[in-house]
């Protein structure tokens, strides 16, 4: 499992991960999770031509028969020879609930690599304290750092966003707090530093006698906190002819600045926005954005080359906000840029929002229930 909180950048480390497995000829399978259904993360991996299964409705400690089920299709269907799992960004208590359990169940079948926990270097340096900047409540920033404090492996993501004194001042800060852990530096984008956390990853094994305190009360109280939305948009040029091709890139970026803006003004903080946009019928040209903090510009990491007539746009939005605020920006943004700006025909063809429920897991094993 690849753990860490929304807009770390789990999904493309991922796929870099794979990559890099499928480069050595192991075969590799893809576990995304999600509270809601229609996630950007599978369409990524798909476009990326990795077989995915997709497990919504909650988190992998709830929906751990779900993961089983989802481990043994992908078995099925292509035996990989390695599953990596991203489990829902607003997560923790993973070890307990989830690595475990399998160990403990199903350890003749799987071997259970430490947990690992990306951070986005900005969004940790204000948590810690080592930068100003906006930060989530108080109960929200709990399941950030007991996300950490339960992680074998701090992965500090995006190190081309700082300089070397910012690096060692976020390092410094995280052994100190965390001391337990072993704290990789990396790059997804940019390769940096990924394979000496990939070869550590696929020699090492969980600690199995690491247990993290939590309160579920806190930790219930802050994913209550977190609005969610998942669409599914589907647009195509005018039948009258006025427009017979747009460009999916502008219109993902368009969409993204119309986002931030109406967030902004309704005081929400972005935990992460993300869309993909591909033509209708084929999964494999994609155009993918991302933004991971209020304060940050949207960027895109996959490109569309040429322009086309028609795609389905998938939106996933976490925020600190009610989640009726999200449903109005995202679809006053849909009327402004796609009908009003671009002049295209859109149908919104799935739209949901929500805050997500209490935690329950399927499993919880302690120290004295082990």
């Excluded at 999904?11 to 192991?26: G, M, N, P």
């Excluded at 990596?84 to 003749?108: F, H, M, N, R, W």
């Excluded at 492996?153 to 390092?171: P, S, Y």
């Amino acid at each position: 499992m690849i753990g860490g909180f929304l807009g770390a950048g789990k999904t493309t480390l991922i796929q870099r991960f794979a990559s890099y497995l499928d480069e050595r000829k192991h075969r590799v399978g893809l576990i995304t999770n999600d509270q809601g259904a229609g996630l950007v993360d599978s369409a990524i991996g798909r476009s990326n031509r990795f077989p995915v299964e997709e497990i919504s409705g909650g988190c992998f400690c709830c929906r751990f028969n779900s993961l089983i089920d989802a481990a043994v299709s992908l078995t099925d269907e292509t035996r990989p020879d390695v599953f990596l799992a991203e489990p829902v960004g607003s997560c923790t208590d993973l070890v307990a609930t989830v690595s475990l359990p399998l160990q403990k169940i199903y350890g003749d079948d799987y071997q259970v690599a430490p947990l690992s926990v990306l951070v986005d270097p900005i969004r940790a340096a204000q948590i810690l304290g080592v930068i100003e900047g906006k930060k989530f409540s108080e109960n929200v920033t709990y399941i950030y750092e007991k996300q950490l404090e339960e992680a074998e492996c701090i992965v500090v993501n995006k190190l081309d966003l700082l300089d070397e004194e910012m690096q060692e001042k976020l390092r410094t800060a995280l052994q100190e707090n965390y001391p337990e852990a072993r704290v990789f530096e990396v790059s997804a984008r940019e390769g940096t530093g990924c394979e000496e956390w990939f070869d550590y990853i696929l020699d090492a094994k969980m600690n199995v006698g690491r247990f993290l305190e939590i309160d579920y009360d806190r930790y219930g109280e802050g994913e209550a906190l977190l609005g969610w939305l998942n669409a599914t948009v589907e647009m195509e040029c005018p039948e009258d002819g006025e427009v017979d091709e747009f460009d999916g890139n502008e219109i993902l970026k368009s969409l993204a600045s119309s986002l931030r803006s109406t967030l902004q003004e309704a005081g929400a903080e972005v935990a992460h926005l993300k869309m993909t946009l591909n033509p209708i019928g084929d999964a494999y040209e994609i155009s993918a954005i991302n933004l991971v903090r209020g304060d940050s510009d949207p960027e895109l990491s996959h490109r569309l080359y040429e322009p086309i007539d028609d795609g389905e746009l998938l939106l996933n939005i976490r925020a600190e906000v009610d989640p009726d605020t999200l449903e109005r920006a995202a679809k006053e943004a849909l009327e402004k840029v796609i009908a009003g700006g671009a002049k295209l025909t859109y149908r919104i063809a799935h739209l949901e929002h929500f805050r997500p429920g209490m935690p329950t897991p399927t499993h919880r094993l302690t120290a004295e229930t082990l």
